[in-house]
């Protein structure tokens, strides 16, 4: 089963699947399509399709599973009597009530224990989505012209609602009087500049939701709702993740708003007509913190420029994790396409060693530090030295995805940025790796090492090599190592760890806490216990140069 989560009313062009691709056939999907429609996140609608026809939960279960008409009465009866039980307490039974219940014929008369709790849960999952409104067959031909679409209406009456759902054939929405007087109200203290007396009433709840939806129905949005917005933003505890979607906001008035809100982290400023991708540094600029931003639907923001503005201007993305961008989420990318840090992985091939890359377009030490603690397979110690997890390319690929989490929270509550790529970096002016070569001494390079390294690579701008090492490779007891290395086409200095996050502080960028960095430096620092011996050591400079030129 195929989930596709749907807003309407939006064209993804190339970047979805084809509009004239039949649905059924373009892909390995036996079982149908679940559609979620999410236009109105406050109310949700679905539907199921296996051919042309929208099911709603009983038609599509009963494509599987036999269930009666006479059966959805059945879970309705049996919390009816649950909830007698609670209200009244259980009442001793006499003989005419066992007498009178044997005359009766259950529909779960012919069916097994097993079966009857099967049927339950089945009935469950239909009724938990009784009062769901079904997506017409309208606005899935809008989204599909090519299929005709055929809407069969409701399986079954609710028995325990009085009123119909109705089913969603777009996203009007018919306003009460006190709605329509509030929002006349509301216009005109924008357009007389005087929001005092909106701002006092911002208490009742959801009044603060209220006026945030008129605000963002405006367009254009006046200069005087910048103070209301940020009001009604702070009333609904909108101070680390900031929903600014569908606002026709500039971007002077973007950065008034982001200026005034506070440590903002996320912020999803999408489907918004004025934003461009020059303006994007800026909102950063303004909000120091602000790791990840959405602008899907931004038809301001340009491909092209915005894939120039990060291959080129990185420092300005500094503090980026993830920009949840089209150009920055399809699968296939460009020789071009921007890279600013790589997971590079070495461990045994087919006859040689083999290099796997994982590559993306942003990064903090923040998250590099998170990434790395969860790729790395020597941080346990039931973890042996020829143990090589870490260079399988799905595990880049698992950790690299993420943003960096609160110490103490789980792998699974990480917050989802990028789409990594498998490129090897190339144009870029200068760009980050974290190698590590996990080579078996029984594979096919009986001369491999387990070691790692941060590496930095600058473009060279003539064809000369320049060997000056850096001064703190004399330190006394330092295991810092910097040097310029030969490349075909760049130059490279090699840090530790230390080293690596000094030129992350020097450039401000977001940094690991501490006890993220001594977890971190736990691992790579990790020896053997009875050996003594480092899992995997801390390259050389001839080490970065053999692997860079080979």
Not at 444 to 460: A, E, I, L, Q, T
Request: glycine share 6%; proline share 5%; aromatic share 8%.
């Amino acid at each position: 089963m195929a989930l596709l989560l749907m807003r309407l009313g939006m064209d993804y062009g190339s970047r979805g699947r084809p509009r004239n691709i039949s649905l059924w056939n373009y892909s390995d999907n036996n079982d149908g399509i679940s559609i979620l429609d999410i236009t109105d996140p406050d109310r949700p609608a679905y539907c199921f399709l296996r051919s042309k026809d929208v099911l709603d939960a009983y038609g599509y279960l009963t494509t599987y599973y036999p269930i009666g008409r006479d059966q959805l009465s059945l879970l309705a009866n049996s919390e009816d009597e649950s909830s007698k039980k609670t209200d009244e307490g259980i009442v001793e039974d006499d003989s005419e009530t066992e007498s009178d219940e044997e005359d009766e014929v259950s529909p779960l008369d012919d069916l097994s224990p097993l079966d009857d709790l099967l049927l339950m849960h089945r009935l469950r999952a239909i009724k938990s989505l009784e009062s769901v409104p079904i997506i017409s067959a309208v606005l899935l031909g809008e989204a599909r012209p090519y299929v005709r679409f055929r809407d069969l209406g409701r399986s079954f009456a609710s028995s325990t609602t009085t009123s119909e759902v109705a089913v969603v054939h777009g996203s009007f929405i018919v306003l009460s009087l006190v709605d329509l007087t509030f929002s006349a109200a509301m216009k005109h203290s924008l357009a007389m500049q005087d929001t005092t007396d909106l701002e006092q009433v911002l208490g009742p709840p959801g009044k603060a939701r209220e006026m945030k939806k008129i605000l963002r129905d405006l367009d254009p949005f006046p200069d005087s709702g910048t103070r209301l917005l940020v009001r009604v933003l702070s009333e609904l505890n909108e101070s680390v993740r900031v929903d600014l979607s569908d606002f026709q906001l500039s971007a002077p008035q973007l950065v008034e708003v982001l200026f005034d809100c506070g440590e903002i982290v996320f912020l999803d400023a999408s489907f918004n007509n004025l934003i461009a991708a020059d303006d994007i540094p800026k909102l950063l600029e303004t909000a120091p913190a602000l790791c990840r931003v959405v602008v899907v639907g931004c038809p301001s923001v340009v491909d092209a420029h915005i894939l120039a503005l990060v291959q080129h201007e990185p420092s300005r993305f500094k503090s980026l994790e993830g920009l949840l961008y089209p150009a920055f989420l399809t699968v296939e990318k460009l020789d071009s396409y921007p890279i600013t840090f790589t997971f590079a992985s070495i461990g045994d091939g087919m006859g040689c060693s083999a290099l796997a890359c994982t590559s993306v377009p942003f990064f903090t030490p923040a998250q590099v530090n998170q990434a790395l603690i969860d790729a790395l397979p020597w941080k346990d110690a039931r973890k042996n030295r020829y143990d090589r997890g870490s260079t399988y390319p799905m595990v880049g690929f698992s950790a690299f995805h993420a943003g960096a989490r609160a110490p103490g929270e789980k792998f699974g509550r990480r917050p989802v940025v990028s789409l990594q790529t498998t490129l090897i970096p190339r144009g870029q002016n200068d760009f980050w790796a974290f190698v590590v070569s996990r080579v078996s001494q029984s594979g096919s390079d009986k001369n491999g090492k387990n070691m790692w390294g941060f590496v930095h690579f600058m473009k060279r701008e003539d064809g000369r090599t320049e060997l000056s090492p850096d001064p703190s490779a004399t330190e006394s007891g330092s295991t810092r190592r910097t040097s310029q290395v030969r490349t075909l086409e760049y130059s490279g200095q090699l840090y530790d760890l230390h080293g690596f996050l000094e030129r992350m502080a020097s450039k401000r960028r977001p940094m690991p806490s501490e006890t993220a960095v001594k977890e971190l430096e736990r691992i790579l620092y990790k020896k053997h216990s009875k050996t003594g011996e480092f899992y995997c050591l801390f390259m050389r400079e001839e080490d970065v140069e053999r692997i860079i030129v080979s």
